[in-house]
């Protein structure tokens, strides 16, 4: 089903009609019907649909619509959008399903619209204490979906489920203690019947892990820490009792992998950040990326991008799932660009490296070894004069979607070349506060470094073009089957670039920054695109001719 | 220990002074920023590179302009944003927070400086300064407004302004040069560059605003427009002082 091949014509319920689990109303238009893991399996055949955060479980971020192609993407309008109450971070990625929007709102609420009119159904706002600890804002990213049933994370270090049709809560599970610096922010993973969810809180000394709930009860069925206890491997990489407070969270959704039976998950930098003095050692599984056995959660493998992280480098992308042709061989890779500024083609069946390059300006490493282990340079530790280093502390991509298009094979991913200043510092850890062991600043304003998009070669690690972007960006990147390749910048524009050339072909100034990761999805047989800037969800569509 | 006491209950942090104002609680309260405020506002205070915290050396705060407000803001945090309240702080470490947060903006008495303020007005008038910059809405736009520019910039980073302008140019003040596609030149200050479009103010303090795809080239130029007059020593000194004097509050 790769390729609807509507070849620009409008098909009004064609799409809705072939789509498997459901039934159209009397006058055409989706209707929401459960979805089933079958379904969540195979969201390819339902393009219409944005069945779960990354799209699909490869964690492609690949849009098989094509009706938006290279030829009519200038006649992209705007169609609806809708405005968030709260003003903070807006990261949702909205899920789509039979012809119903599902957007996650600041704090921790959300709200279903109808996705051809923008218009609400209902509301769930989440009644959070006070004292929340959150490093980085008060971010909600998106929901999953299984049944008639959403899993939402809560900044209170909460998993709760919600009816789809009437945003009624059915069960409401805690997690971690916030008031000790847990929190999420992330949208769970649905993997068969078990809702696999991170947690966030790595600037407060916390133990990070990855958590199996029972999607019909909330019970948790198995917890997997990313950071091991006495007595199992991986301990002995931390000094004394370092792994107590050692981080490492897991803050962002994972993929799964349906023939391997593996679900894989980026861990984040060790804590404290920035002082390594008080946890010597490789610090596993922080700054890593874990593939656990889907029923029992254990580790299968790990891959640790930066051993004894000090820089803040959190592995916490989105795993990307590929089979690519490398040296005349297929392999089930794992395409990984990471904030540390390598990018690393892994076989996601074993874990091996296989080989990794800069995509980004990057000062602390003289390459990595064979077993991809980077090589350091001198003198790239914080230090209390503070050191300088590139990429800076916020990476040279983080959290936001890169997109991998099966069409080019090249890995779509924002990228920013700079260099920070990092500090160490003593730090006592304080159970519930921020433990950061140090600081970071850009010696520069952002004016004088360089981002773009970059188009990675996913089986040479080949910068194939880069667009260029002022002054940066942080946003996530989409690739549609049309041809097209969208993502943002800080300066307020949403635009279209061709995948092959980076061509811009189309954008619009949208006023304010995105903080999110754009989507599609169809309804009435017509495709749409949908990005989150400022505190709206914007959602284009193309005007008629 | 009776004065604690009062002070610890918070609610009269509305009326009273900042308690603990003195050289150490500076320090002190610097420990405390450095320990839970560098993430968002930075380590330098001037804002977070990931967390979008708002700058803190301006000199002026946007929820409030007494001690007492910031106390409040700092114990209670902002609603609707991020900025969280530092509620199990004991007063004492918020108060020596809000004192080392005065220290940021680098302002400083005038009177306490070397040079006349007096003197110095004379120097900027004599020297034409106000043919590129504004002060209290008088003046030129070719350069930044100084009306209160005694609220955030410190006798040093004055004098260095006068001195080096060339040292370090924000980028709002970058200067260009950019060429059309017919190969006309036009020069101005950066006002806002972005992806696919740049905007100037050219010499005639025009605003103009340029497709990139439009352009040729559009080359920085590193040379600061200010020019750089040897000054005296005392001279510069009393252009210091009077730049210091140049405060939000007294206008």
Known sequence: ?545 | MLLLVVFATGVAAEEVENPYSSAIDVRMGQRQFQSKCTSCHGVDATGGEEADGPDLTTGSFRHSTTDAGLFRVIRDGIEGTSMRGLRRAKDQEIWQLVTYLRTLSGAVDPASLPGSMGAGRVAFERLDCGRCHMVQGRGGRLGPDLSRVGDRRGPEELAEALTEPSAEVAPRWWTVRVTRADGTVVEGLRMGEDTFNLRIMDGEERLLSFAKTSLRSVERILESTMPTEPLSGEERDDLVAYLASLRGDDS
């Open chain 1, 1 to 545: 089903m790769r390729g609807l091949g509507w070849g620009g014509m409008i098909l009004p319920l064609v799409v809705a009609q072939a789509s498997p689990g459901q039934e159209p109303a009397a006058d055409g238009m989706p209707v929401l019907s459960p979805v089933t893991w079958e379904r969540l399996l195979n969201s390819d055949d339902e393009p219409h649909n944005w069945l779960m955060y990354h799209g699909a479980l490869d964690g492609q971020r690949f849009s098989r619509l094509d009706q938006i192609n290279r030829e009519n993407v200038g006649r992209l309008e705007l169609k609806w959008a809708h405005q968030i109450r709260q003003l903070d971070r807006n990261q949702t990625t909205p899920l789509v399903v039979d012809g119903v929007m599902f957007i996650t709102e600041s704090p921790s609420n959300v709200t279903a619209v109808d996705a051809a009119t923008g218009r609400a159904y209902w509301r769930y706002e989440h009644p959070l204490p006070d004292g929340i600890r959150l490093c980085c804002g008060r971010n909600n990213r998106g929901v999953a979906i299984l049944g008639e049933t959403l899993y939402m994370s809560t900044n209170d270090a909460h998993l709760v489920a919600i009816d789809a049709r009437s945003g009624s809560l059915l069960w409401d599970t805690e997690v971690a203690d916030h008031t000790k610096g847990y929190s999420k922010t992330a949208a769970p993973l649905v993997v068969g019947d078990t809702v696999v969810t991170g947690i966030a809180g790595g600037e407060f000394g916390i133990r990070g892990f990855i958590d199996g709930y029972d999607a019909a009860t909330g019970e948790r069925r198995w917890r997997t820490y990313t950071v091991p206890g006495p007595g199992e491997p991986g301990n002995e990489t931390w000094a004394g009792d370092s792994w107590r407070t050692g981080g490492a969270p897991t803050w962002l959704t994972g993929v799964y992998d349906p023939e391997l039976d593996l679900i894989y998950w980026g861990a984040g930098n060790p804590a404290p950040d920035w002082n390594g003095d008080v946890r010597l050692g490789d610090n596993l599984y922080s700054s890593s990326v874990l593939a656990l056995d889907r029923e029992t959660g254990k580790i299968v493998w790990h891959f640790q991008f930066t051993p004894h992280d000090v820089w803040d480098w959190d592995a916490i992308q989105v795993p990307v799932l590929a089979d690519v042709e490398l040296n005349g061989e297929l392999r089930k890779a794992m395409l990984w660009a990471n904030r540390n500024a390598f990018y690393y083609l892994l076989d996601r069946g074993s874990g091996q490296f296989l080989f990794g390059e800069p995509f980004a300006l990057q000062t602390w490493a003289n390459g990595l070894d064979e077993d991809g282990r980077p090589i350091l340079r001198e003198n790239v530790f914080p230090t209390t004069e503070g050191t300088r280093v590139a990429p800076i502390a916020g990476g040279a991509t983080n959290w936001w979607s890169p997109a991998y298009s099966p069409r080019t094979g090249f890995l779509y991913v924002n990228s920013f070349d700079a260099e920070g200043i990092y500090y160490q510092r003593d730090d006592e850890y304080e159970e519930g506060s921020i433990f950061l062991g140090g600081g970071h600043r850009m010696p520069l304003a952002a004016d004088h470094y360089k981002s773009a998009i970059r188009a990675i070669e996913a089986t040479t690690g080949e910068i194939r073009w880069e667009f260029p972007i002022t002054p940066r960006t942080r946003s996530g990147v989409l690739a549609t089957a049309g041809g097209l390749v969208w993502s943002a910048s800080v300066d307020g524009y949403f635009f279209a670039l061709d995948e092959e050339t980076g061509e811009p072909l189309w954008r619009m100034s949208l006023g304010a920054a995105p903080h999110a990761s754009p989507m599609s999805y169809a309804v009435g047989g017509e495709q749409r695109i949908v990005v989150a800037m400022g505190n709206v969800v914007f959602v284009f569509g193309l005007a008629e001719e």
